[in-house]
């Protein structure tokens, strides 16, 4: 720890190091970043409580803003109890934790108004840095899946994944930056200058994002500045604020101009939530309200929006957020959550109004900052309503510590809770604080210890160890018993060793330890498709080695089959392999991909009918996907219906006439029906256009030979 006997002195350097090094947008998904984020903020929480204890008393300020902050971590918390993903839902619950006691950890620091001015100087210093990387990616057309189509610009994100999260950590930073330019007086000059740097700098990247949540919330931030500073006060720094908004109207302008930037059609439609040529907002909020439904009181988890949202999510894409974050707070903490959100809300707006009746009038710098950070925090909140700010972690611990600032820095009520008698105070100073910190500590590390050790069996599995690689999978499901994934990696590895087994009975044995991971892992996670289909590919694959490499029939796997065998067990069938299919299909509905895996089951182990079915449906969207066209004529040849599949085979090779395999399964036809100069000519040009299977060239041969062909030069 820093050395310095003043308690409140080592949280401040901590809040600042998890500030700056907090990352920004995917949060603490290694071990390392989760590691710091909470040792860093539990040791804050240990220097305070064992300050306080000394003293006997804990003081809270504002508490009826502090407890609906709390009854939202305390909920997501439990959530972890009726989730339907629990890793999602405990590793940023734990991040939501970490952050809020930072919040609270603010709001004891005492006299703690002479270090505004010192984080608001290294947050500036730090928005200026990012909105160079943010701008240099725009200039210079750094590749980004999110261009905007027709232009020639790609969208600045800077360290964020998303252009709009970084749209929205500039809405939160720009007017404390805006204020700390305005407050700068006398030398030295650079200050006044380096801020001015940076406001011309984040707001240009702010252009750059293409967010157009982003631009109409900077109009909110603005209308929010004029609102609580007063015209007198714009009038007296009327030359520093014109200076600045004259330059971003002249880079608003500038932006406009450029050539293919399509910055005017983005604002000539800022109000359109819905867009014609893609999966709009709209969309989004529409379908994500019936989520409600489903659990309205307790929800479904803190962060299992991507889970349950598959149900109604487009083919090829997916949605981790639903865009606002009032109705997504709502889907996974349920009303419940809901009304806490709304409840902080509502205090935080009776906070502001007392700041602005009793502080606003001292007039100091301070007070102007924290004017700032008052209409960035706004402007987050109004930023939420079309995106997902406050599930970010680098924008969630400025915005919680801004608000902390401002309830602590204004005339607040106070609430003093007695913590007990001195020995207590004495015993809790020496074991008891030690002890709960370090067990709350690695209580919050588990699930990035869990991870931790799939990590290393991922490794080890790509090394070709699956026995390494099994004892890591077992220690993160020991880690974390209640997780999905780990189980499904555990099955992996003991499938990997059982595929290797060469005694039969042994080989089914792991296999069904195999199974009951997969089937604990699809017990804690029911809402992830991809555990459904982790167990179906299980079956099917060991399926292809029972049926195809040791040369059974699938018939021998029917449930309903008494015929015992030592190299068969009753649990590994075909149908049971395709309930898994449909099961996961449920879950993403959409889902073409899936659709085809299925279709191609039915075909391989001769379920025809059902085959046909899923082809059909896939073809009714795919009307041009040749390979589908193709297999679901290989159903139809192999279900008898010789002249529809000749009728389809001819469409795929009208669009692709070198299409091997199509060649080859219309010679199969044409063989069926006793053409046979026709299927000759088929199965020729099967061979002349890539393949060169012993099998088709056999029966060219034995049909020259049968019907006195001869050889033929082609198509």
């Known amino acids: 720890m820093l050395k310095t006997n003043n308690p409140h002195q080592q949280i401040y350097y901590i809040i600042i190091f998890l500030l700056l090094f907090l990352p920004f947008d995917v949060g603490p998904t290694k071990l390392f970043y989760y590691s710091v984020l909470v040792i860093g903020s539990f040791s804050a929480l240990f220097i305070w409580l064992k300050a306080i204890l000394n003293k006997n008393i804990i003081i809270i300020n504002y508490h009826h803003l502090l407890l609906p902050v709390l009854g939202l971590v305390a909920i997501a918390l439990l959530s972890n109890i009726w989730t339907v993903d629990a890793f999602a ?136 500045l004029f609102l609580l500073l007063g015209i007198k006060f714009i009038a007296g720094n009327f030359k520093s604020v014109a200076t600045v908004f004259v330059i971003c109207g002249i880079i608003v302008l500038l932006f406009i101009s450029l050539p293919g930037s399509g910055i005017a059609d983005r604002l000539a439609d800022i109000g359109e939530i819905q867009q014609s040529d893609s999966f709009g907002r709209l969309d989004i909020w529409r379908n994500s309200i019936k989520l409600i439904g489903e659990n309205p009181i307790l929800g479904t988890g803190y962060r299992t929006f991507h889970v349950v949202n598959t149900a109604w999510l487009p083919y090829n894409i997916r949605y981790d957020f639903a865009h606002n974050d009032y109705l997504q707070i709502t889907i996974e903490l349920g009303l419940v959550g809901l009304v806490l959100l709304l409840w902080f809300i509502l205090s935080y707006g009776i906070s502001i109004w007392h700041f602005y009746r009793h502080t606003i009038p001292a007039k100091t710098a301070n007070t102007y900052l924290l004017t700032g950070m008052i209409a960035g925090t706004i402007g987050t909140l109004t930023h939420s309503l079309v995106d997902f700010d406050l599930y970010i972690p680098g924008i969630g ?36 604080m030690t002890t709960l910190v370090i067990i709350i500590t690695l209580l919050a590390l588990i699930p990035a210890g869990s991870k931790y050790f799939q990590d290393l069996g991922d490794k080890q599995m790509r090394r070709a160890n699956p026995n390494r690689a099994l004892q890591y999978y077992r220690t993160a499901s020991f880690l974390a018993p209640h997780y999905g994934n780990p189980h499904k990696d555990v099955a992996t590895a003991i499938n990997e060793i059982a595929r290797h087994e060469t005694e039969i009975v042994k080989k089914l044995q792991l296999l069904s330890l195999a199974r009951t991971e997969l089937e ?177 060239k056999n029966k060219i041969e034995s049909l020259r030979a049968q019907f006195n062909l001869s050889k033929s030069t082609g198509e």
């Open 89 to 224: 839902t405990q590793v940023k619950s734990f991040t939501l934790l970490t952050i809020v006691i930072l919040f609270w950890l603010v709001f004891q620091i005492k006299d703690f108004s002479h270090r505004i001015e010192q984080i608001v100087d290294i947050l500036t210093i730090f928005l200026g840095i990012l909105s160079l990387i943010g701008l240099y990616q725009f200039l210079f057309t750094v590749p980004h899946k999110f261009a905007i189509s027709g232009t020639s610009f790609m969208r600045a994100h800077s360290v964020f994944v998303w252009p709009n999260t970084f749209a929205g950590y500039i809405i939160l930073l720009w007017p404390v930056v805006f204020m700390r330019f305005i407050t700068v007086k006398g030398r030295p000059s650079y200050k006044k200058y380096g801020t001015g740097l940076v406001l011309i700098l984040s707001f240009a990247a702010l252009m750059a994002t293409y967010s157009r949540g982003g631009w109409l919330s900077f109009l909110v931030i603005i209308a929010i």
């Open 397 to 432: 611990i400025v915005f919680w510590v801004f608000i902390a600032l401002i309830i602590s820095s204004s005339r607040a009520k106070v609430l003093k809770i007695r913590t007990g008698n001195k020995y207590v105070s004495r015993v809790s100073k020496k074991y008891f």
């Open 520 to 696: 604990k892992a699809i017990l804690y996670n029911p809402r992830s498709w991809q555990l459904w289909k982790s167990i179906a590919l299980f079956y099917e694959m060991n399926l292809d080695h029972f049926v195809f490499d040791l040369g059974n029939s699938v018939a021998a796997f029917n449930p309903t089959d008494s015929i015992n065998s030592e190299n068969k067990d009753l649990w590994l069938t075909v149908p049971q392999a395709h309930n898994y299919y449909r099961e996961t299909i449920k879950l993403y509905p959409n889902n073409r991909d899936l659709w085809k895996e299925l279709a191609q089951s039915y075909l391989k182990y001769n379920y025809l009918d059902s085959a046909i079915v899923w082809h059909e449906k896939l073809l009714a969207i795919e009307t041009h996907n040749n390979s589908v066209r193709t297999s679901f004529s290989e159903s139809l040849l192999k279900n008898g219906d010789f002249q529809n599949s000749i009728t389809n085979l001819e469409k795929v090779l009208a669009q692709d006439s070198s299409y091997s395999y199509a060649w080859f399964l219309l010679g199969e036809n044409y063989l069926n029906i006793s053409k046979f100069e026709e299927s000759t000519l088929c199965f020729e040009n099967a061979v002349n256009y890539g393949s060169d299977s012993v099998m088709i």
